[in-house]
């Protein structure tokens, strides 16, 4: 079985920063690539950046460029969303999910929730 726990979620005023974190525990799981999404209330959940593991390339979201970075810690298993400039249209959960080669999400976190205050 294997988990992903985020963490880093929290209330921040517009034009803020956050970061949030999210790493694989339970059993040993390869991983291929890694990403963030969020669901906003009413809305679908929607894609926001991936990262390759092995290569550390990223791709991002339009909504989300410039503003957001993902990025990964290998020997931690670890990858960060760091966010800025944060805007109250960004308030979400947010959602982490591993590709452990299989060219879909194979696992998805609980969700942390990100309040931005205008």
């Known amino acids: 079985q294997v988990q992903l726990v985020e963490s880093g979620g929290g209330l921040v005023q517009a034009g803020g920063s956050l970061r949030l974190s999210c790493a694989p525990s339970?059993?040993?799981?390869?991983?291929?690539?890694m990403g963030w999404f969020r669901r906003a209330p009413g809305k679908e959940r929607a894609f926001l950046a991936t990262?390759?593991?092995?290569?550390?390339?990223?791709y991002y979201a339009d909504s989300v460029k410039g503003r957001f970075t993902i990025s990964r810690d290998n020997a931690k298993n670890t990858v960060y969303l760091q966010m800025n400039s944060l805007k109250p249209e960004d308030t979400a959960v947010y959602y982490c999910?591993?590709?452990?080669?299989?060219?879909?999400?194979?696992?998805w976190g609980q969700g942390t929730q990100v309040t931005v205050s205008s």
């Open positions: 999910a591993l590709d452990s080669y299989s060219n879909k999400w194979d696992y």
């Open positions: 339970g059993r040993t799981v390869s991983i291929y690539r």
């Open positions: 990262i390759t593991w092995s290569t550390g390339n990223s």
